[in-house]
């Protein structure tokens, strides 16, 4: 017997949710427009869209503010056209997963830095002052034409079916203290005005996948900057990866060791630690710039791209990072770690030393480093919180001794580089040889990645091959 699955056409609004085409949503908008509350409302009805996929919903909403905001991608969308589209926003989640579980509001937050919106995340909560925050912020956005709010809400707290949903709001009716919500999923439910209060219980739901309140987001372009386009986190990382997870643990664990009374030979194994922890999840540079992301760019900008890579490129191998390293990426990233102050001694040192190293760097490097940062703090609140480590800030405190289930230790306190070996390689069983080859098929990769980006410079722009430095020929020598 032959089963069909119950489909839909739609969902009834319920009594709390005003249509935006019936009379009564008709003449609130009407007199909201009149009052001036509706501006926005005609930049965002332009880019009006239907997300592409059930858990679309937050790619889909940012993708309508982008292209709302007129935010030029870089990228060729459909020759000739540049034009966002919910592909294209895979640089903080895998587009896999969020087909199957949708993004949070950390995660949307961090597709919207890194396409170019400033971006403040408001998590919800019941208060007058909450209320009043909220009011004053929708005012402002829906009386000019610039800037954005997006609510993180939970439906069945407005009475409808389903749970967590993004969408923009894009006018506030002053009299009634109604807000009309351009709902993205519209196979479901057409746009509609709810009370301010109503939303505020929706934005103060709990989401499950965070333990935090859901919220909004205030989102406006941010100028004179770039996406990313030289370095990231893989693509293919999974938000909830265990490898990635423990690498974490293992990398703060490491960071509560005493450091080496010499800095050079500190210096040297903690940015051996870091590659050992973290290479693995590093995005080669090559790799943001292969020849099909080159063809999705437009002409006109090649050029200005591939100076902005060679420039990037250039000011992240000249670091001391990219020396121990021989690898631009895993360089990149460890001068992108969101170090907290005061959370260990050696952690001071390196929050104090990358800071140095960044002051140094061109508008371009720092916007590169800057995304990047987001990117890992993103990654660390959705992963699956690491235990709590205790702190310390003095010469004479010591590493965290607690065991992990299989009661090995985390970290050494030998702090010894080749000794320290991860949580995650260690419940694997790896042994010490293997560390060894994993370090020497890095070295062989990252020359690789030096040698194609050479390439694709002396291709742009024509100029002859550069002579190979000290550092590349020594990690050619160890690699053969």
């Given at each position: 017997m032959s089963v069909t699955a119950k489909n839909f056409y739609r969902r009834p609004l319920p009594d709390s949710c005003v249509d935006f085409a019936s009379a009564l949503g008709k003449k609130l908008f009407s007199e909201s427009l009149q009052n001036g509350c509706a501006n926005i409302y005609f930049k965002l009805a332009s880019q009006f869209l239907t997300q592409d996929e059930p858990a679309y919903c937050g790619l889909s909403t940012l993708v309508m503010v982008l292209n709302a905001l007129e935010v030029d991608p870089e990228r060729v969308w459909k020759a000739p056209w540049r034009f966002y589209h919910e592909s294209m926003l895979d640089c903080c989640v895998p587009l896999e997963n969020v087909k199957r579980t949708g993004i949070n509001l950390a995660q949307f937050g961090c597709l919207a830095i890194c396409n170019r919106l400033n971006t403040r995340v408001m998590y919800g909560n019941d208060s007058n002052e909450f209320l009043v925050s909220l009011r004053k912020t929708l005012v402002e956005s829906v009386r000019g034409d610039d800037t954005v709010v997006v609510a993180s809400y939970d439906r069945?707290?407005?009475?409808?079916?389903?749970?967590?949903?993004?969408?923009?709001?894009?006018?506030?009716?002053?009299?009634?203290?109604?807000?009309?919500?351009?709902?993205?999923?519209?196979?479901?439910?057409?746009?509609?005005?709810?009370?301010?209060?109503?939303?505020?219980?929706?934005?103060?739901?709990?989401?499950?996948?965070?333990?935090?309140?859901?919220?909004?987001?205030?989102?406006?372009?941010?100028?004179?900057?770039?996406?990313?386009?030289?370095?990231?986190?893989?693509?293919?990382?999974?938000?909830?990866?265990?490898?990635?997870?423990?690498?974490?643990?293992?990398?703060?664990?490491?960071?509560?060791?005493?450091?080496?009374?010499?800095?050079?030979?500190?210096?040297?194994?903690?940015?051996?630690?870091?590659?050992?922890?973290?290479?693995?999840?590093?995005?080669?540079?090559?790799?943001?710039?292969?020849?099909?992301?080159?063809?999705?760019?437009?002409?006109?900008?090649?050029?200005?791209?591939?100076?902005?890579?060679?420039?990037?490129?250039?000011?992240?191998?000249?670091?001391?990072?990219?020396?121990?390293?021989s690898s631009s990426a895993v360089a990149a990233l460890m001068l992108a770690w969101p170090y907290e102050p005061s959370f260990s001694e050696r952690s001071d040192r390196l929050y104090i030393l990358t800071n140095e190293q960044k002051s140094r760097f061109s508008m371009d490097t720092q916007n590169e480093i800057e995304q990047l940062?987001?990117?890992?703090?993103?990654?660390?609140?959705?992963?699956?919180?690491?235990p709590q480590l205790s702190r310390n800030g003095s010469a004479s405190s010591k590493c965290s001794r607690s065991k992990q289930a299989n009661g090995l230790d985390p970290c050494s306190c030998q702090c010894m580089f080749?000794?320290?070996?991860?949580?995650?390689?260690?419940?694997?069983?790896?042994?010490?040889?293997?560390?060894?080859?994993?370090?020497?098929?890095?070295?062989?990769?990252?020359?690789?990645?030096?040698?194609?980006?050479?390439?694709?410079?002396?291709?742009?722009?024509?100029s002859p091959p550069a002579e190979p430095s000290s550092v590349e020929k020594k990690s050619a020598s160890r690699a053969k």
């Open positions: 069945s707290a407005l009475g409808q079916t389903g749970a967590g949903h993004f969408s923009p709001l894009a006018a506030y009716h002053e009299e009634s203290d109604r807000v009309l919500i351009m709902d993205v999923a519209r196979f479901k439910y057409p746009p509609h005005w709810v009370s301010l209060v109503d939303l505020q219980k929706a934005l103060c739901s709990v989401d499950p996948s965070t333990k935090k309140p859901r919220g909004y987001v205030i989102l406006n372009l941010r100028s004179g900057t770039r996406p990313l386009i030289m370095f990231g986190l893989k693509a293919n990382l999974a938000i909830n990866d265990s490898e990635y997870a423990m690498s974490v643990i293992a990398w703060k664990e490491f960071l509560l060791c005493d450091p080496l009374s010499d800095e050079k030979e500190e210096f040297q194994l903690c940015c051996r630690r870091f590659g050992q922890c973290f290479a693995p999840h590093a995005l080669c540079c090559t790799q943001k710039i292969a020849e099909a992301d080159l063809r999705s760019r437009c002409k006109e900008g090649v050029d200005e791209h591939s100076e902005a890579c060679k420039t990037i490129y250039s000011e992240i191998r000249q670091t001391p990072f990219a020396q121990v390293f940062t987001v990117q890992i703090s993103t990654l660390i609140c959705c992963t699956k919180s690491p080749l000794s320290v070996l991860s949580p995650c390689r260690l419940e694997r069983k790896c042994v010490l040889a293997d560390a060894v080859r994993n370090a020497v098929r890095l070295d062989s990769a990252c020359e690789a990645v030096c040698k194609r980006v050479d390439r694709h410079e002396r291709f742009l722009h024509h």
